[in-house]
């Protein structure tokens, strides 16, 4: 049985359709990619599965679980974690102040624990000190772990929200353009960080317009158009099949059209 599994997904913003039908899953420990032209649907079917988004009609089940219209609270703490295409962190808090934030999901303190300061509550916050530095050097983030995440610069705070979302412990990882305003030093770093969250067991589904990095990291491709599922299956299946590439540029190209087409979904 799949860790996740999306079924007939059906969502619309003032009679335009963002999903029409949507199915696809995600296996226990995979990495899964969803592609697609800008306005394919990818981030409302995100936004469907962690809960910001309610959809109108389908199913949405994780671990078996039916979690259709729960809150992005409820289905956090069932063990799905995300980050987004522009990082959301808290600016005003430092670095690790931000990670610590993602371990509220399995914290537990007594309220007298908190109130009075008592030792059981030191060593719990020592706890998830120690915990929110074993994540930041997990992502490699270098420099200043006091200083606002603010005052970082971008790749930086994207290895902030990642390690918050780690800290939360999840079973599934949305990632949403991992890559976008990243260099090629950061890019390559990032390859190895999805690859090291995938080799603990932390399943990982990955909205990206870097199709280098999809083919390189992917175990299958979701391919949307228009909200539909127009492919499945490993990138070396998906990257030649016609609806894709016509999916990309539509239908009157000719046969230089073609070969670009080709080469952006290989990732040339």
């Known amino acids: 049985m799949s860790l996740l599994e999306v079924e007939d997904l059906r969502l619309t913003f003032g009679g335009v359709r963002a999903l029409d039908g949507l199915s696809f899953t995600v296996g226990h420990g995979e990495i899964v990619s969803l592609i697609g032209p800008n306005g394919a649907g990818k981030t409302s079917a995100f936004n469907c599965v962690t809960g910001f988004y309610r959809p109108d009609s389908g199913t949405v089940r994780f671990d078996a679980v039916d979690v259709t219209g729960r809150s992005p609270a409820a289905i956090a703490q069932l063990g799905v974690s995300r980050t987004f295409q522009n990082p959301r962190l808290f600016g005003e808090l430092s670095v690790l102040d931000n990670v610590r934030a993602g371990t509220h999901l399995w914290l537990r303190q007594r309220m007298v624990d908190v109130l009075l300061h008592t030792p059981r509550y030191h060593r719990t916050e020592q706890r998830v000190t120690d915990e929110a530095h074993m994540w930041l050097d997990f992502v490699g983030l270098r420099g200043d772990r006091a200083g606002l995440v603010r005052h ?109 087409a080709r080469g952006v979904i290989r990732g040339d």
Do not use: K
């Not at 999805?194 to 589904?205: K, M, N, P, Y």
């Not at 391919?223 to 609806?243: H, Y």
């Open 152 to 260: 970082l610069p971008y790749g930086e705070q994207r290895r902030v929200e990642i390690a918050r979302a780690l800290a939360r412990r999840p079973r599934l990882l949305f990632l949403d353009e991992p890559a976008a305003g990243l260099n090629h030093g950061e890019r390559t770093e990032l390859v190895d960080l999805i690859r090291r969250i995938s080799a603990q067991g932390t399943a990982l589904a990955l909205i990206e317009h870097d199709m280098g990095l999809v083919m390189e990291i992917s175990q299958r491709v979701v391919v949307l158009d228009f909200g539909r599922r127009i492919a499945d299956g490993p990138p070396a299946q998906v990257r030649s099949t016609p609806r894709v590439i016509e999916a990309y540029l539509g239908r009157d190209t000719d046969d230089s059209e073609l070969a670009a």
